[in-house]
């Protein structure tokens, strides 16, 4: 890369740090219409048409991060059919709950889990046992009854606590960004009514 293109790069993620988090995220999420009009989601019809699915606003976004991460942390497969169906349910931010839950992804998802388990061991005061992770059905029937209890128990708290903390600091950090940049504008027009 050269050193043009590296400082333009530079200089076009500064420019998008002052703008507001509604336009940052526009850019990155894909057209409501172009969703709604698909032949795989027209079929559901007025499910997919509410406007909330699809809003960009501070409550829903903090809501769809809560949604997309609790979501990431369930030891289930069909995390992204349980982060709709939440998402749908509380009219929160479908695409980005959507996106949240590839957290959890096949280079992520033995630490998660692990991580969960452990949580999940304390919890319940037992001990735990040593195993290690295989994508097979033989593996999940024959570890299920040693490690399933821990396992969901961990994961629904994890899921809980870092839903809640990541719902916390997207909702303080939006309202920061609009705040600074109210005060920005009102700052401009103080010096533009003075000259």
């Known amino acids: 890369m050269s050193v043009d293109k590296t400082v333009h790069n530079r200089a076009l993620f500064l420019a998008g740090l002052k ?7 526009r850019n990155w999420l894909p057209d409501p219409h ?3 009009e698909s032949r795989a989601i027209r079929w559901m019809g007025p499910l997919f048409r509410d406007p909330n699915l699809f809003h960009i606003n501070r409550s829903s976004i903090s809501a769809s991060f809560f949604i997309g991460i609790f979501c990431a ?3 289930i497969p069909g995390q992204t059919i349980v982060a709709a169906l ?5 009219r929160t931010n479908l695409p980005v709950a959507m996106a949240l839950i590839w957290i959890s992804n096949p280079l992520t998802f033995t630490p998660i889990f692990l991580f969960s388990y452990g949580v999940g061991v304390l919890l319940l005061g037992q001990e735990a046992i040593t195993f290690s992770i295989e994508l097979s059905w ?6 299920s009854e040693a490690i399933w209890l821990p396992l969901l128990t961990g994961s629904l708290l994890c899921g809980l606590v870092f839903g809640g903390i990541a719902y916390l600091v997207i909702h303080y950090l939006w309202r920061w960004k609009v705040i600074k940049n109210w005060d920005a ?3 401009k027009r103080l010096k533009s009514n003075q000259l």
């Not at 703008?19 to 995220?25: D, H, T």
């Not at 939440?86 to 509380?90: E, N, S």
């Open 185 to 187: 504008r009102n700052k």
């Open 34 to 36: 172009k969703i709604t």
């Open 86 to 90: 939440l998402a749908l349910m509380f």
């Open 19 to 25: 703008k507001m988090p509604k336009k940052i995220l």
């Open 138 to 143: 033989d593996w999940v029937i024959s570890q």
């Open 73 to 75: 942390f369930l030891p």
